[in-house]
C-alpha cells in the first residue's frame, strides 16, 4: 500500500494550491481518502475526506475554500485550497480508510506528508 502526497510549498496570503495524493496497491474504489494536517506544536487534526461514493466532508475550518475530489481511474484524491491563510501552515498527510464521516477521518494507511506554508 502506498500513498505519496505531493503539491505542498510557500504560498502567499489568499493564495492556491492543489495537492495530489497518488495512491496504490490497494481497492481504492472500496476505501475512503482523507487530508490530515499538522501544525507546529498542535495535534495532526482532519480536514477533510472522501468516501469510495465521493460523499464528502470538511471540517468547519476549511468550509467554502477547500475542495476534496477523487479520480478512480487514477487512484488519485486532490485537494485544491483556496484563500489560505496562515493558520493552514501545516504538513498535509493523506490517509486511506474506512472511517470519513466528518467526526471520523482514514487512518488506516498513510502517505508522507508535504509542507505547506502559508506567508503574510
Known amino acids: 500500500v502506498q500513498l505519496q502526497a505531493s503539491g505542498g510549498g510557500l504560498v502567499q496570503v489568499g493564495g492556491s494550491l492543489r495537492l495530489p495524493c497518488a495512491t496504490s496497491?490497494?481497492?481504492?474504489?472500496?476505501?475512503?481518502i482523507g487530508w490530515l494536517r499538522q501544525a507546529p506544536g498542535k495535534e495532526r487534526e482532519g480536514i477533510s475526506c472522501?468516501?469510495?461514493?465521493?460523499?464528502?466532508y470538511y471540517t468547519e475550518s476549511v468550509k467554502g475554500r477547500f475542495t476534496i475530489s477523487r479520480d478512480n481511474a487514477k487512484k488519485t484524491v486532490y485537494l485544491k485550497m483556496n484563500s489560505l491563510k496562515p493558520e493552514d501552515t501545516a504538513v498535509y498527510y493523506c490517509?486511506?480508510?474506512?472511517?470519513?464521516?466528518?467526526?471520523?477521518?482514514?487512518?488506516?494507511?498513510w502517505g508522507q506528508g508535504t509542507q505547506v506554508t502559508v506567508s503574510s
Open positions: 490517509a486511506a480508510g474506512l472511517a470519513c464521516d466528518g467526526s471520523h477521518y482514514p487512518k488506516d494507511y
Open positions: 496497491g490497494f481497492a481504492f474504489g472500496d476505501y475512503a
Open positions: 472522501i468516501t469510495g461514493r465521493t460523499h464528502t
